[in-house]
């Protein structure tokens, strides 16, 4: 069974920085494209970020693009987001996830992970 667990969301001010973490179990690691989504209160997921299973490919929503930076490292199981700048509007659970296709749209990732809870105060 393939688990994926979230790790480093916290509370941050405006123009704070945080390293989100998805540590993966129960599978191929190296086999899976990784996302990252986000779910604020009474909002839909919205993607954030995906990366190809060797890295070659990444892509960004708008919203994140040229703050956030999404990294794998296949030799540890672990997928990263890094996020600088952020705004308040970056407040959400953020979600990892895996699938066998690369891609965009929630429907791709077949793997998620519970969350984890980024803050930002303005």
């Known amino acids: 069974q393939v688990q994926l667990v979230e790790s480093g969301g916290g509370l941050v001010q405006a123009g704070g920085s945080l390293r989100l973490s998805c540590a993966v179990s129960g599978g191929t690691f190296s086999s899976y494209a990784m996302g990252w989504f986000r779910q604020a209160p009474g909002k839909e997921h919205e993607f954030v970020a995906a990366i190809s299973q060797r890295g070659g490919y990444t892509a960004y929503a708008d919203s994140v693009k040229g703050r956030f930076t999404i990294s794998r490292d296949n030799a540890k199981n672990t997928v990263y987001l890094h996020l600088n700048a952020l705004k308040p509007e970056d407040t959400a659970v953020y979600y990892c996830?895996?699938?066998?296709?690369?891609?965009?749209?929630?429907?791709?990732?077949?793997?998620w992970g519970q969350g984890t809870q980024v803050t930002v105060s303005s």
């Open positions: 996830a895996g699938g066998f296709r690369y891609g965009l749209e929630y429907a791709d990732y077949s793997y």
